[in-house]
């Protein structure tokens, strides 16, 4: 009875992780984070994007924090932020994971680079962070985040140097969309949970960009004043439907944009060479990537 109690405590108060979906941003980790969370073996953290490991943000609220979001008695517990491969941005990200949960296993999300950037771009434009023109945005390459979040391989770089390679986990979420059942299989697999699981749930997906929406001014104070982060902790669908509610009626709908062809090949050859890399790495070609 004492170690039962003591067993119970010890989930009241939390767990670290042994889970992190790594990114990439606009790579489909909202969805994915919902689809694990479905699972009877696995806890995903109520709040999405903990970011604990991002010096210039969460970091400083401690260890008793991060674990106050993992309770229970799941075999698995997981959190996701895209933030963790925004190197060089946020610098020391895979030394402070590694120092604190080094057993964990990750899942890093890819897409079709030019994609991504196109993605982020648009949802940065939707919460009123960007005001450039795509062109504009990618006129300088150095140091340009839309670029860096897409160079895969060498966000992927910064963990090999902590993390042996076989806990790490690549996958596409160009197949999570086309081949979901057997995509989430495989993941299962990975974090050795019972891999025949399935609900009918699995055909959502969350946060298509062809849904993004520019808030107006008037948007952007409610969603000051309402709270954005508390808005973001609500469950994905019940967040959906709540976003839909305040914001809509004060936002406007928003082209996806197409890059100019001599920039799109400039990016292009930009990114090849990290591709490729990440080919080699992976074993795999990407063959639907423009890249």
Known sequence: MRTEGRKMSRSAQGVLPNLIIIGAQKCATTSLHYYLSLHPEICMSKEKELHFFVGEQN???????????????AKIHGEASPGYTNYPRFRGVPQRMH????????????RDPIER????????????????????ALQDFSHNEYLCRSRYYWQLEQYL??????????????????????????VFRFLEVGSSFYRWEFVKMMHRSHYKRRKSPIGQRLAQTLGARLIASLHPRARGVVEKLIYFPFSNKIESPTLDPLLRQEV?????????????HTGRMFESWCV
Request: glycine share 6%; proline share 2%; no cysteine.
């Open 161 to 186: 140097a902590y993390f042996p390679q076989s806990t790490i986990y690549i996958m596409t979420r160009e197949d999570l969309y086309a081949q979901r059942r057997r995509a989430l299989q495989d």
């Open 117 to 136: 950037i196109i993605s982020h771009y648009v949802h940065w434009y939707a919460e009123g962070r960007e005001d450039r023109s795509l062109t504009e």
């Open 59 to 73: 970091w400083d609220k401690g260890i008793k924090w991060y674990k106050s979001n993992f309770t229970g008695d």
């Open 99 to 110: 120092a604190v949960v080094p057993g964990a296993k990750l899942i890093y999300l890819v």
């Open 268 to 280: 292009i050859d930009y990114l090849r060479g990290d591709i490729n890399r990440l080919r080699a």
